[in-house]
């Protein structure tokens, strides 16, 4: 069973910085496209980043030059380093693939105060 587990959310300041991490079990993923995804407050999920399995990577423009998604083949595992963190960042952050063809996991709560 193909399973997704977010972790490494928080309370950070804004200006301030979190790593994430997705570990995922069950098949490999390294040939699938990976996102990441973000659930704000009132809003539909939306794709934040991607990463091929090539490493080649793409941003909403929301986040672009502050947030870089990267990729352990070996560990089966995606990240997201967020940088400069804006209040307007808070929500729930879910990895998947591109397409959200796997079932979500919980997801992780990252809240950035002002």
């Known amino acids: 069973q193909v399973q997704l587990v977010e972790s490494g959310g928080g309370l950070v300041q804004a200006g301030g910085s979190l790593r994430l991490s997705c570990a995922a079990s069950g098949r490999s993923f390294s040939t699938s496209i990976m996102g990441w995804y973000r659930r704000a407050p009132g809003k539909q999920r939306e794709l934040v980043a991607f990463?091929?399995?090539?490493?080649?990577?793409d941003y909403a423009d929301s986040v672009k030059g502050r947030f870089t998604i990267s990729r352990d083949n070996a560990k089966n595992t995606v990240y997201l380093q967020m940088n400069s963190l804006k209040p307007e960042d808070t929500g729930v952050y879910y990895c998947n693939t591109k397409y959200g063809l796997e079932a979500w996991g919980q997801g992780t709560q990252v809240t950035v105060s002002s």
């Open positions: 990463i091929t399995s090539g490493g080649s990577t």
